[in-house]
């Protein structure tokens, strides 16, 4: 069952702050987050974990809600570089370790 | 630094040809992976593989095949290529276990007239 990204997309100016949520149906396993560039193969970020912390790379931090499947991407402070798709990609776990992936937001980091 | 690779890049053909798209990756990675990826659109998994000789279908239906007889190397064929399959072919790899992440290849992106 494909994950529920949200917002669409979202457009800032550099220094704001930003949430990406990915929610699922299903009991998840782990939650991936991932960011691809115009015209690039997608990223890795992190990875969340059932029953794990909150991650964090440089200045983007991720959660995961077990009791509302939900996982949150926070970018804080953004920067320029931090513009693309990002996309959450979910293991159900038993699932053979295959990632679902939502349909991305489109973040847009302005000057 | 992930050291996948996938040849051609680009690829524009005729309906009805035959085409191979390559995958290599340096890492020894068991698992392996194609999406399919329309633009702006999100990934589909299409295929996968936990090793030599193991390949398995993906969540999305697709015409291709795939092979894995060596742990480098994943190649995914069309064998009568139609122009519903023009979209960009990503491959991935990662280590076998539940919570590896995925490293992608640079795309083909492919284009049948």
């Known amino acids: 069952q494909q994950p529920v990204q949200s917002p669409q997309a979202v457009i800032l100016r550099e220094g704001e702050d930003a949430v990406i949520n990915c929610s699922s149906s299903?009991?998840?396993?782990?939650v991936h987050w991932y960011r691809q560039k115009h015209g690039e193969a997608p990223v890795f970020l992190m990875i969340?974990?059932?029953?794990?912390e909150q991650k964090g790379h440089e200045k983007i931090s991720a959660s995961f809600n077990e009791k509302k499947q939900q996982s949150s991407l926070y970018l804080t402070a953004s920067q320029l570089s931090y513009s693309g798709t990002y996309f959450c990609?979910?293991?159900?776990?038993?699932?053979?370790?295959?990632?679902?992936f939502g349909k991305g937001t489109l973040l847009t980091v302005n000057p | 630094e992930a050291d996948i690779y996938q040849t051609p890049r680009y690829l524009v053909i005729g309906t009805g040809k035959k085409i191979t798209l390559e995958c290599s990756q340096t890492?020894?990675?068991?698992?392996m992976y194609w999406y399919q990826q329309d633009p702006g659109m999100e990934l589909h998994l299409i295929h996968y593989?936990?090793?030599?000789?193991?390949?398995e279908k993906g969540d999305l239906s697709s015409e291709s095949t795939v092979s894995r007889i060596r742990t480098e190397h994943f190649p995914l064929t069309l064998e009568s290529a139609r122009p519903s399959h023009t979209s960009q072919y990503l491959c991935?790899?990662?280590?076998?276990?539940?919570?590896?992440?995925?490293?992608f290849g640079p795309g083909t992106r492919l284009l049948v007239l």
């Open positions: 991935a790899s990662s280590e076998l276990g539940p919570i590896e992440n995925q490293y």
């Open positions: 299903k009991a998840l396993y782990s």
């Open positions: 969340l974990l059932k029953g794990g």
């Open positions: 990609g979910t293991e159900k776990g038993g699932s053979n370790y295959k990632l679902t």
């Open positions: 890492m020894g990675h068991d698992k």
């Open positions: 593989s936990y090793g030599v000789n193991s390949t």
